[in-house]
């Protein structure tokens, strides 16, 4: 028998957030139940449908594509003049990626990539040697990049929240090999790939750990 919708956010309150959380937890689920409702997806639907769905709600076409990142973090979003890409890890189980995924396309949904002060703390994250304007220009990246560490703790629950009702939408992806990335998700991935490897060095430097010392961080 399927979870209910209590027994689904059930641990997710029990957080130890007592001043007020339980009213805010209410609100995010509203907000997030009536996202899905305003989405009317179908009973069941893969990831390439939703994806489908949700650009139509945002008004950009949205494409996933895995990518080796290099345990920096597990997912990444960049918005380019065509759209959005949604990056995911290319070395974790089918359940996960697709966990992933829906964490990107959460973020999109309820707006967070809108604020201009993430794309410029992500940039000079992701580029710490290169001013923000330039790295955007040689990455070939608008204004809508998103590495999501840059939010607080109360925009990634919303956005859990969120992910776990679109979860219940999904058929169970399966294991295959993915074909390698070409187009334009090649060349953002080769953007992209200096800078991971940047910050992997740093986070090796300064846990003394590889890359396999726990789970990357989502985005």
Not at 67 to 73: A, D, K, R, W
Not at 206 to 213: C, E, F, L, N, S
């Amino acid at each position: 028998m399927p979870a209910t919708d209590e027994q689904l956010f059930a641990a997710w309150r029990r957080t130890g957030f007592e001043d007020g959380t339980a009213m805010r937890v209410r609100r995010i689920r509203r907000r997030c139940k009536q996202l899905v409702q305003e989405l009317a997806l179908p009973a069941t639907t893969d990831l390439p449908g939703l994806c489908e769905v949700v650009a139509r709600r945002v008004g950009r076409p949205v494409r996933i594509a895995p990518m080796s990142l290099g345990g920096v973090v597990s997912g990444m979003t960049a918005g380019t003049d065509d759209g959005w890409w949604v990056f995911y890890e290319r070395h974790t189980s089918p359940w996960h990626q697709t966990h992933i995924v829906l964490h990107e396309i959460g973020h999109l949904l309820l707006g967070h990539e809108q604020d201009p002060t993430v794309t410029e703390n992500a940039l000079k994250v992701w580029t710490p040697s290169v001013d923000v304007a330039t790295a955007a220009r040689r990455m070939g990246l608008t204004a809508r990049f998103a590495r999501h560490h840059c939010y607080d703790d109360a925009t990634e629950r919303e956005t859990e929240v969120l992910g776990t009702l679109l979860m219940a939408h999904l058929v169970p992806a399966t294991a295959k090999d993915d074909p390698p990335l070409s187009g334009d998700a090649a060349e953002i991935a080769a953007a992209l790939g200096p800078a991971l490897k940047h910050i992997r060095r740093e986070l090796d430097g300064t846990r003394g750990a590889g890359p396999d010392d726990g789970e990357a961080p989502r985005v």
